[in-house]
């Protein structure tokens, strides 16, 4: 089974990759008319609305990462804001009459093809169960009751009091526009949510792990999914769960019993979910690739990194819900305007490193396989050119043998693994390998992450969701970095794949390039109009 998987995911990476003179195939226009709904709803699912934040809590930008903060009790109130802060609505925009939201965790393309549910144990404030976080609401729907023995078992399971959260995609809301890249895409996106998750729950002072033994078809099941009927377009297919406990909770479990498991997938569930578009148009790529590498149940496993080490490179006075109710996309760059000073550049890069004892490479996701190469444009004292940032020690004698055997690698400070690869001006070549976006080469600086890929994915295709997902923290992470020095980040998810390998001389899959991001000054466009995130519920909480 896993030699078919392989096969078939490393030709779905291959095909849907960009060359000069052939993109990866997509609809070629926009078909507005059947684009689909951004906001899922469990029709005739009880409706359990949450408050909204009357301020955010008083956490510097430092509470983003480490998890200092009192710890909150778990109530409708805490739960509210913790989603609130993940996964709600950031601002609506407006211009000749159209309007769109922008949410706290990113999007490609602003699709937003990743939803929640959670399982719920009894609250003081809220009824045990399983629920669907609508965020155009700022709700839960509630797909079905808990009876109180299975609610007080998983406590108990996980020594801690808590709460279980999953993540699930809607392929159809990226490949209505991107086509057969989408499923990419999709999992970028998983990867910015866990991260938003990841930093929200910090605020509150709650930890996060993800069940990595569980596999999808349980997954599927918990969450009531098959016994629902789907159209292929509108379904939701499920990608991971985690644990949310008190940051002082100890020995808490990696994955979830058997007993449990079989216990929710026999509860009565409730609510069906709307229809997104007019008519199908189905990429069968994608959901053969996805079928194809479905994660099986495995043994769970703790990943345990480095212990950060403290240092002078928190500097922001923003605070830390600012900096996520801030967080947005640029358009375009001010390339005179995108020069930041090298300790700013390097204080983002650090913020990319994984700890055992940091957000948000914590949560047991997977080895971390993913180096940064960085074309550097407009940083303050360094010499432009190209560079690298090794995010995973282990990897570095490895890649320096896979890489051109002129590359300098030349250390640029001794406590931060960043490389100098070449010295010389790379704005327009970044530029042009992100299929020719200014925006990649008018920036501070722009970078690719390379993944250890093939010998991830020969054994257990179905990580090659878990590589992505990586790649969208990364993404996270330099989002609200850049927010924090007051810049602004983009992800960049076209881009021509083995040009970027030929630049760095790579001649297998053993690694590949993921996902390009790019960071500078952006240039506003004064012709929005900016509303508040949940002015619409005026009309409809009454």
Aim: charged fraction near 25%; include cysteine.
């Amino acid at each position: 089974m896993n030699k078919d998987a392989y096969k078939k995911i490393y030709e779905y990476h291959q095909v849907t990759k960009h060359h000069f003179n052939r993109y990866a195939a997509s609809a070629g226009s926009m078909d507005w008319e059947n684009q689909p709904n951004p906001f899922r709803f469990y029709e005739k699912a009880p409706i359990v609305e949450m408050p909204l934040l009357e301020s955010d809590l008083n956490i510097d930008h430092r509470g983003l990462y480490f998890c200092e903060n009192n710890t909150q009790d778990f109530s409708l109130i805490s739960l509210g804001g913790f989603l609130e802060l993940s996964l709600g609505l950031s601002a609506w925009k407006s211009f000749q009459g159209s309007q769109w939201c922008l949410r706290m965790n990113p999007s490609s393309g602003n699709l937003h093809p990743t939803e929640a549910h959670l399982i719920v144990p009894q609250l003081k404030d809220m009824e045990a169960g399983v629920y669907h976080y609508n965020p155009f609401l700022h709700a839960l729907e509630q797909r079905a009751e808990l009876p109180g023995a299975l609610s007080s078992d998983i406590e108990q399971f996980f020594n801690s009091k808590g709460f279980l959260i999953s993540l699930t995609s809607i392929y159809w809301r990226q490949s209505w526009k991107y086509g057969e890249r989408a499923f990419r895409y999709c999992n970028h996106d998983v990867g910015y949510a866990l991260a938003a998750i990841r930093f929200s729950a910090n605020l509150f002072g709650w930890k996060v792990n993800y069940l990595n033994s569980l596999s999808d078809l349980s997954l599927d099941s918990i969450l009531g999914f098959n016994k629902l009927q789907w159209s292929k377009l509108d379904k939701e297919e499920p990608d991971l769960l985690c644990w949310v406990f008190p940051k002082d909770a100890t020995n808490v479990n990696m994955g979830l019993s058997d007993s449990i498991i079989e216990n929710l997938k026999n509860i009565n569930f409730q609510g069906k979910p709307n229809k997104l578009s007019k008519s199908d148009y189905c990429w069968e790529i994608i959901y053969e690739s996805s079928d194809c590498i479905k994660k099986p149940k495995v043994a769970a496993q703790d990943y345990i990194y480095e212990k950060a080490f403290d240092n002078s490179l928190f500097s922001s006075d923003i605070k830390a819900g600012q900096l996520i109710r801030k967080r947005r996309s640029a358009q375009a760059y001010i390339s005179e305007k995108s020069f930041i000073a090298l300790d700013v550049f390097l204080a983002i890069l650090e913020k990319t490193l994984p700890y055992s004892d940091r957000a948000s490479f914590d949560l047991g996701l997977n080895e971390i396989c993913i180096n940064l190469a960085i074309f550097v444009h407009r940083v303050r004292e360094l010499e432009e050119g190209l560079y690298f940032f090794i995010r995973n020690k282990k990897h570095f004698q490895d890649l320096k043998a896979s890489f051109k055997s002129d590359f300098l690698w030349e250390q640029v400070r001794d406590n931060l693994p960043l490389y100098r690869l070449k010295k010389s001006k790379v704005t327009q070549q970044a530029a042009d390998i992100s299929c020719m976006q200014d925006i990649a080469g008018d920036s501070a600086f722009s970078l690719g992450m390379i993944a250890l890929f093939d010998p991830i994915i020969r054994d257990e295709p179905y990580k090659y969701k878990n590589l992505f997902w990586e790649s969208g923290a990364i993404g996270q992470v330099l989002y609200l970095e850049a927010e924090s020095h007051g810049l602004r980040g983009t992800g960049i998810g076209c881009y021509f794949d083995d040009v970027m390998h030929e630049l760095l001389g790579l001649k297998s899959s053993k690694y590949q390039s993921l996902y390009h991001f790019t960071i500078g000054s952006p240039l506003e466009d004064e012709r929005l109009t900016t509303l508040p995130p949940y002015f619409h519920l005026k009309d409809i909480r009454k």
